[in-house]
């Protein structure tokens, strides 16, 4: 065995200390990592389900809804996806996605598995779908759920919103959308955009780590979801009884059982994940602390601010501007440079991660964040006068000190 995999020479975890720049995970606020360190309590003690209707409350705000249920799914973000598609969905029903990124085809790609008759409508990379492109696709596709996502980190894209529960109402459709990306950073308004499911994460302008994914569910939706209650007769509480629709196929993301554990009825059904739930809860509270707009209008200020320093580099910036999200930028990487080079010396010279891209735009643009945590005015400046000191050292030709002074300038401005 080689001696790095030897198991008794493993030494206690101490990470570098990085900086990370990029579309996500980002480093976690000090006070959600103290916060994860907590005692642990038992599932049903009523301090803990304390903890998790105050955790129900703290997310509305964040959301932008007066829902009734509005929780967590213990899971990256990707898990909060899962439920609400499987939950939602049953086989042979039709599915309009909205889609203009990767996380578009993650939809499509979970819904093939649940056997769902997809149909979307799509935006090429570095734009978004227009709203009457969306409403003509509802009334050709009369789907029975439309999935989208806010803000799609590969493409950097944020999707307008206003508007397309009303479509969905008037067509007789649910709806659904991905905010992993955006939930803390960019304003969510699940009620004012009349969507029925929102999902998020924790890792990107929440600042803390992956692993648990807020979600919040409209009556409506619950209401259709607990058509399709399964009962597990014996394990479950007397009296429940069976839903009328199609059985949800997953136990773990079956959302009827999750809001049966989160309701009064506190139904057994998974171990809340205790740490995780301290996380979120803490996440919740700075970013409620701290002022949704002004939370907002920090990052807009360190986007605005990473924008200008790019261009003042004399480098392109990826995407329509009207459509960009404020927290991660995707810029171009400069014919002639080696783009992970580049990334490289950020590494290790500066301990700074920043993104590099998927598909399409993979060794085209890298992708720079400045979520949660990370979207202060010295972050975003030491981040960029690294990059130009890379990009020198990498061959790019450009006049060192330029960047930081013009993103000092727009971080001031008013947006
Ligand atoms: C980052 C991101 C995810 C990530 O999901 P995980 O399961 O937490 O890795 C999902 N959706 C969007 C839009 C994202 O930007």
Redesign the pocket.
């Known amino acids: 065995m080689p001696p790095e995999l030897d198991p008794l020479l493993f030494g206690e975890i101490d990470p570098p200390q990085r900086l990370l720049m990029g579309p996500?995970p980002i480093n976690a606020h000090p006070r959600v990592l103290r916060a994860m360190s907590a005692d642990l309590l038992g599932q049903f003690d009523p301090e803990m389900t304390g903890y998790m209707n105050q955790v129900m409350a703290l997310y509305r705000p964040i959301f932008g809804t007066r829902n009734r249920w509005t929780m967590l799914v213990d899971g990256?973000?990707?898990a909060g996806?899962e439920a609400a598609l499987v939950s939602l969905v049953a086989p042979g029903d039709a599915v309009l996605v909205v889609n203009f990124g990767r996380?578009g085809l993650l939809l499509t790609e979970i819904l093939q598995r649940i056997g769902a008759v997809i149909e979307t409508v799509d935006a090429p990379w570095g734009e978004v779908v227009p709203m009457e492109r969306i409403e003509a696709a509802i009334a050709r596709v009369r789907p029975r759920l439309v999935a989208t996502?806010h803000?799609?980190?590969s493409t950097t894209m944020a999707q307008p919103l206003d508007g397309l529960g009303a479509l969905c109402r008037a067509a007789g459709a649910l709806s659904y959308v991905?905010a992993?990306?955006t939930i803390g950073g960019m304003e969510l308004a699940a009620d004012r955009w009349g969507v029925d499911v929102v999902t998020g994460?924790l890792?990107?302008c929440l600042g803390g780590p992956?692993g648990s994914a807020p979600i919040t569910v409209s009556d409506r939706a619950a209401e259709h979801i607990g058509q399709r209650r399964h009962v597990e007769r014996g394990i479950r509480g007397e009296g429940a009884v069976d839903g009328q629709g199609p059985r949800i196929s997953s136990n773990y993301f079956d959302l009827a059982m999750i809001m049966d554990y989160w309701s009064e009825k506190r139904l057994n059904h998974h171990t809340e994940a205790t740490s995780m739930l301290y996380a979120a809860r803490e996440c919740a509270r700075i970013a409620l602390g701290e002022g949704l707009e002004a939370r907002y209008a920090r990052h807009a200020a360190a986007g605005r601010a990473m924008t200008a320093g790019l261009r003042a580099m004399g480098l392109t910036v990826f995407g329509d501007d009207r459509h960009r999200m404020t927290n991660v930028t995707g810029v171009h990487i400069p014919q002639g440079v080696d783009g992970e080079a580049v990334r490289g010396a950020m590494r290790e010279l500066f301990e700074i991660e920043i993104g590099t891209a998927f598909g399409p735009l993979q060794g085209r643009i890298w992708r720079l964040g400045a979520m949660g945590y990370n979207a202060m005015k010295h972050k975003v400046l030491l981040t960029l006068a690294a990059l130009e000191a890379c990009l020198r050292m990498e061959g790019f030709a450009l006049t060192l000190g330029q960047a930081v002074p013009a993103a000092i300038e727009a971080w001031e401005a008013k947006s």
Do not use: E, L, V, Y
């Open positions: 996500g990256t973000a990707r996806i996380f996502i803000g799609d980190t991905d992993t990306a994460g890792q990107k992956s």
